[in-house]
Protein backbone atom coordinates (compact mmCIF):
# COMPACT_ATOMS: atom_id res chain seq x y z
CA UNK A 1 0.00 0.00 0.00
CA UNK A 2 0.94 3.65 -0.78
CA UNK A 3 0.49 6.37 1.41
CA UNK A 4 1.34 10.31 1.09
CA UNK A 5 1.49 12.60 4.20
CA UNK A 6 0.83 16.62 3.14
CA UNK A 7 2.63 18.30 5.67
CA UNK A 8 1.05 21.33 4.81
CA UNK A 9 2.84 24.93 5.79
CA UNK A 10 -0.03 26.64 7.58
CA UNK A 11 1.05 30.53 8.26
CA UNK A 12 -1.05 33.45 9.15
CA UNK A 13 0.34 35.14 5.60
CA UNK A 14 -2.03 32.29 3.41
CA UNK A 15 -5.48 33.03 3.54
CA UNK A 16 -7.99 29.90 4.39
CA UNK A 17 -9.46 30.02 0.61
CA UNK A 18 -5.97 29.81 -1.26
CA UNK A 19 -4.80 27.03 0.87
CA UNK A 20 -8.07 24.93 -0.14
CA UNK A 21 -7.27 25.27 -3.32
CA UNK A 22 -3.21 24.57 -3.36
CA UNK A 23 -4.24 22.18 -0.70
CA UNK A 24 -6.63 20.40 -3.35
CA UNK A 25 -3.95 20.95 -5.96
CA UNK A 26 -1.58 18.89 -4.07
CA UNK A 27 -4.21 16.03 -3.53
CA UNK A 28 -5.11 15.90 -6.88
CA UNK A 29 -1.42 15.32 -7.41
CA UNK A 30 -0.91 12.23 -5.88
CA UNK A 31 -3.16 10.32 -8.07
CA UNK A 32 -1.97 6.45 -8.12
CA UNK A 33 -1.38 6.40 -4.62
CA UNK A 34 -3.67 4.53 -2.55
CA UNK A 35 -4.33 7.19 0.46
CA UNK A 36 -3.61 11.06 1.38
CA UNK A 37 -2.96 12.20 4.83
CA UNK A 38 -3.58 15.92 5.82
CA UNK A 39 -2.94 17.38 8.97
CA UNK A 40 -4.97 18.74 11.98
CA UNK A 41 -6.86 22.17 11.27
CA UNK A 42 -4.94 22.95 8.15
CA UNK A 43 -7.36 25.67 7.07
CA UNK A 44 -7.14 27.40 9.93
CA UNK A 45 -4.12 26.58 11.80
CA UNK A 46 -4.47 24.93 15.34
CA UNK A 47 -3.37 27.02 17.05
CA UNK A 48 -5.24 29.89 15.60
CA UNK A 49 -8.03 29.76 18.10
CA UNK A 50 -9.94 33.46 17.05
CA UNK A 51 -10.14 31.96 13.58
CA UNK A 52 -12.20 28.92 14.93
CA UNK A 53 -15.67 30.37 15.05
CA UNK A 54 -15.26 32.10 11.98
CA UNK A 55 -14.12 29.46 10.28
CA UNK A 56 -15.99 27.06 11.20
CA UNK A 57 -18.31 25.29 8.65
CA UNK A 58 -20.55 22.10 8.47
CA UNK A 59 -19.82 18.89 6.94
CA UNK A 60 -21.14 19.71 3.48
CA UNK A 61 -19.01 23.74 3.74
CA UNK A 62 -16.34 24.58 1.89
CA UNK A 63 -13.67 22.35 2.76
CA UNK A 64 -16.08 19.45 2.29
CA UNK A 65 -16.52 20.49 -1.40
CA UNK A 66 -13.08 20.72 -2.17
CA UNK A 67 -12.10 17.62 -0.42
CA UNK A 68 -14.61 15.83 -1.60
CA UNK A 69 -13.56 17.11 -5.32
CA UNK A 70 -10.05 16.80 -4.99
CA UNK A 71 -10.37 13.29 -3.59
CA UNK A 72 -12.69 11.58 -6.86
CA UNK A 73 -10.01 13.74 -9.35
CA UNK A 74 -7.59 11.84 -8.24
CA UNK A 75 -9.00 8.42 -7.38
CA UNK A 76 -7.38 8.36 -3.92
CA UNK A 77 -8.64 7.55 -0.09
CA UNK A 78 -7.99 10.61 1.59
CA UNK A 79 -7.97 11.70 5.40
CA UNK A 80 -8.51 14.79 4.90
CA UNK A 81 -7.11 16.11 8.07
CA UNK A 82 -9.64 18.01 10.11
CA UNK A 83 -11.87 21.19 9.88
CA UNK A 84 -13.07 23.09 12.60
CA UNK A 85 -17.07 21.89 12.61
CA UNK A 86 -20.02 23.92 13.73
CA UNK A 87 -22.56 21.50 14.27
CA UNK A 88 -25.66 21.26 12.72
CA UNK A 89 -28.89 20.59 15.17
CA UNK A 90 -29.51 17.19 15.56
CA UNK A 91 -26.01 15.73 14.84
CA UNK A 92 -25.60 13.22 17.58
CA UNK A 93 -25.61 14.71 20.74
CA UNK A 94 -24.13 17.89 19.79
CA UNK A 95 -26.11 21.43 20.66
CA UNK A 96 -26.73 23.25 17.19
CA UNK A 97 -23.57 25.54 16.68
CA UNK A 98 -21.14 23.68 18.92
CA UNK A 99 -17.94 23.93 17.50
CA UNK A 100 -15.65 20.37 16.90
CA UNK A 101 -12.02 19.72 15.68
CA UNK A 102 -13.55 16.82 12.94
CA UNK A 103 -11.38 14.93 11.21
CA UNK A 104 -12.76 13.83 6.93
CA UNK A 105 -12.39 10.59 5.12
CA UNK A 106 -13.56 10.21 1.85
CA UNK A 107 -13.53 7.33 -0.79
CA UNK A 108 -11.99 7.46 -4.23
CA UNK A 109 -15.23 8.20 -5.17
CA UNK A 110 -15.10 11.63 -2.87
CA UNK A 111 -17.69 10.04 -0.61
CA UNK A 112 -17.25 11.05 2.61
CA UNK A 113 -17.40 7.65 4.41
CA UNK A 114 -16.24 8.92 8.12
CA UNK A 115 -16.19 11.72 10.40
CA UNK A 116 -14.15 11.53 13.96
CA UNK A 117 -14.86 14.73 16.36
CA UNK A 118 -11.31 15.01 17.79
CA UNK A 119 -12.02 13.75 21.68
CA UNK A 120 -9.37 14.69 23.94
CA UNK A 121 -9.25 18.60 23.50
CA UNK A 122 -5.81 20.25 24.23
CA UNK A 123 -5.00 23.40 26.06
CA UNK A 124 -5.39 22.82 29.60
CA UNK A 125 -8.69 25.33 30.32
CA UNK A 126 -7.78 27.28 27.48
CA UNK A 127 -8.12 27.47 23.57
CA UNK A 128 -9.60 24.52 21.92
CA UNK A 129 -10.22 23.15 25.09
CA UNK A 130 -12.85 25.64 26.29
CA UNK A 131 -13.52 26.80 22.29
CA UNK A 132 -14.41 23.05 21.08
CA UNK A 133 -16.66 20.62 22.10
CA UNK A 134 -15.24 16.75 22.95
CA UNK A 135 -15.81 13.96 20.82
CA UNK A 136 -17.33 10.64 22.07
CA UNK A 137 -16.64 8.30 19.75
CA UNK A 138 -14.18 5.85 18.40
CA UNK A 139 -14.14 6.28 14.89
CA UNK A 140 -12.55 3.26 12.62
CA UNK A 141 -12.63 2.93 8.56
CA UNK A 142 -12.39 -0.20 6.95
CA UNK A 143 -10.30 0.45 3.07
CA UNK A 144 -9.46 -2.53 1.42
CA UNK A 145 -6.19 -3.36 2.63
CA UNK A 146 -6.27 -2.52 6.22
CA UNK A 147 -8.93 -1.30 8.84
CA UNK A 148 -8.02 2.39 9.82
CA UNK A 149 -8.39 3.89 13.38
CA UNK A 150 -9.00 7.72 13.63
CA UNK A 151 -7.23 10.12 16.41
CA UNK A 152 -6.10 13.70 16.01
CA UNK A 153 -3.18 15.36 17.89
CA UNK A 154 -3.45 15.55 21.49
CA UNK A 155 -5.20 12.43 21.24
CA UNK A 156 -1.71 10.75 20.84
CA UNK A 157 -0.60 11.17 24.75
CA UNK A 158 -3.68 9.19 25.58
CA UNK A 159 -3.14 4.81 25.14
CA UNK A 160 -6.39 3.73 25.93
CA UNK A 161 -8.09 5.68 22.89
CA UNK A 162 -5.76 3.59 20.77
CA UNK A 163 -6.36 0.33 23.16
CA UNK A 164 -10.03 0.66 22.32
CA UNK A 165 -9.33 1.33 18.73
CA UNK A 166 -7.69 -1.98 18.26
CA UNK A 167 -10.63 -3.23 20.12
CA UNK A 168 -12.77 -1.84 17.18
CA UNK A 169 -10.15 -3.79 14.41
CA UNK A 170 -8.01 -1.17 13.81
CA UNK A 171 -4.46 -2.18 11.88
CA UNK A 172 -3.36 1.61 11.15
CA UNK A 173 -3.79 4.65 13.02
CA UNK A 174 -3.71 7.87 11.14
CA UNK A 175 -3.49 10.64 13.02
CA UNK A 176 -3.48 14.04 12.18
CA UNK A 177 -1.77 17.20 14.31
CA UNK A 178 -0.41 20.42 14.27
CA UNK A 179 1.91 19.07 16.69
CA UNK A 180 4.77 22.14 18.11
CA UNK A 181 8.17 22.03 17.42
CA UNK A 182 9.00 22.47 21.47
CA UNK A 183 7.53 19.31 21.87
CA UNK A 184 8.69 17.51 19.05
CA UNK A 185 10.47 14.90 21.35
CA UNK A 186 7.03 13.95 23.00
CA UNK A 187 5.83 13.14 19.21
CA UNK A 188 8.50 10.99 17.72
CA UNK A 189 8.66 9.22 20.96
CA UNK A 190 4.54 8.90 21.17
CA UNK A 191 4.05 7.59 17.61
CA UNK A 192 6.57 4.96 17.97
CA UNK A 193 5.23 3.86 21.11
CA UNK A 194 1.29 3.78 19.82
CA UNK A 195 2.42 1.51 17.23
CA UNK A 196 4.40 -0.92 19.49
CA UNK A 197 2.20 -1.70 22.68
CA UNK A 198 -0.65 -2.10 19.72
CA UNK A 199 1.42 -3.72 17.11
CA UNK A 200 0.10 -1.36 14.67
CA UNK A 201 0.99 1.12 11.50
CA UNK A 202 1.61 4.95 12.54
CA UNK A 203 0.82 7.21 10.01
CA UNK A 204 1.51 10.17 12.01
CA UNK A 205 0.71 13.57 9.59
CA UNK A 206 1.46 17.65 11.42
CA UNK A 207 1.99 20.94 10.32
CA UNK A 208 5.04 22.80 9.17
CA UNK A 209 5.88 27.03 9.19
CA UNK A 210 4.23 29.21 11.76
CA UNK A 211 1.16 30.15 12.99
CA UNK A 212 -0.32 32.11 15.59
CA UNK A 213 3.09 32.65 17.16
CA UNK A 214 3.57 28.81 17.07
CA UNK A 215 6.36 27.25 15.71
CA UNK A 216 5.41 23.71 14.19
CA UNK A 217 7.10 20.38 14.98
CA UNK A 218 7.14 18.67 10.96
CA UNK A 219 8.41 15.60 11.06
CA UNK A 220 5.68 13.95 10.30
CA UNK A 221 6.15 9.89 10.26
CA UNK A 222 5.22 6.59 9.37
CA UNK A 223 5.93 3.92 12.09
CA UNK A 224 5.50 0.23 11.45
CA UNK A 225 3.84 -2.47 14.02
CA UNK A 226 7.56 -3.41 15.33
CA UNK A 227 8.18 0.29 15.91
CA UNK A 228 10.37 0.77 13.41
CA UNK A 229 10.59 4.09 11.59
CA UNK A 230 9.68 3.41 8.02
CA UNK A 231 9.93 7.15 6.93
CA UNK A 232 9.67 10.79 8.69
CA UNK A 233 9.66 14.38 6.82
CA UNK A 234 11.67 17.28 7.70
CA UNK A 235 10.66 20.69 9.36
CA UNK A 236 9.52 22.26 6.19
CA UNK A 237 6.58 21.72 3.81
CA UNK A 238 6.72 18.40 2.28
CA UNK A 239 5.42 15.32 0.66
CA UNK A 240 6.10 11.88 2.65
CA UNK A 241 5.58 9.45 0.44
CA UNK A 242 5.72 5.45 1.88
CA UNK A 243 5.08 1.71 0.72
CA UNK A 244 3.78 -0.83 3.76
CA UNK A 245 2.60 -4.09 3.91
CA UNK A 246 -0.55 -3.84 6.18
CA UNK A 247 0.01 -7.84 6.12
CA UNK A 248 2.72 -6.89 8.94
CA UNK A 249 -0.02 -6.28 10.87
CA UNK A 250 -1.40 -9.83 11.60
CA UNK A 251 2.08 -11.19 11.00
CA UNK A 252 3.46 -9.19 13.87
CA UNK A 253 0.78 -9.64 16.09
CA UNK A 254 1.50 -13.67 15.17
CA UNK A 255 4.78 -13.87 15.90
CA UNK A 256 4.58 -11.48 18.88
CA UNK A 257 1.97 -12.35 20.40
CA UNK A 258 1.72 -9.59 23.11
CA UNK A 259 -1.91 -8.37 22.86
CA UNK A 260 -2.81 -12.14 23.72
CA UNK A 261 -1.46 -11.60 27.08
CA UNK A 262 -3.63 -8.52 27.63
CA UNK A 263 -5.81 -9.21 31.37
CA UNK A 264 -6.90 -5.91 31.75
CA UNK A 265 -10.04 -4.27 30.14
CA UNK A 266 -9.92 -6.88 27.34
CA UNK A 267 -13.72 -7.19 25.69
CA UNK A 268 -12.94 -8.25 22.61
CA UNK A 269 -9.20 -10.01 21.09
CA UNK A 270 -7.80 -8.19 18.97
CA UNK A 271 -7.05 -9.17 15.33
O1 LIG B 1 0.23 17.32 23.21
C1 LIG B 1 0.92 18.18 22.65
O2 LIG B 1 2.07 18.43 23.03
C2 LIG B 1 0.39 18.97 21.49
C3 LIG B 1 -1.10 18.83 21.30
C4 LIG B 1 -1.65 19.84 20.37
O3 LIG B 1 -0.98 20.74 19.95
C5 LIG B 1 -3.03 19.72 19.89
O4 LIG B 1 -3.72 18.75 20.20
O5 LIG B 1 -3.47 20.63 19.16
Excluded at 62 to 89: C, F, N, Q, Y
Aim: aromatic letters at 8%.
Amino acid sequence: MRASLLQIDVNDDESVASRRRRVADLVRDRAGVDLVVLPELWTTGAFAYEGFGAQAEPLDGPTHEAMSKAASDAGVWLHAGSIPERAAGGTGSAAEGALYNTSLVYSPAGELVASYRKIHRFGFDQGEAVLMGAGTDLVTVELPETVVGLATCYDLRFPELFRGLVDAGAQTFVLSAGWPERRRSHWTLLARARAVENQAYVLACGTAGTHAGVPQAGHSIVVDPWGEVLAEAGPGEEVLTVDFDPAKVAATREQFPALKDRLLGLDTPAR
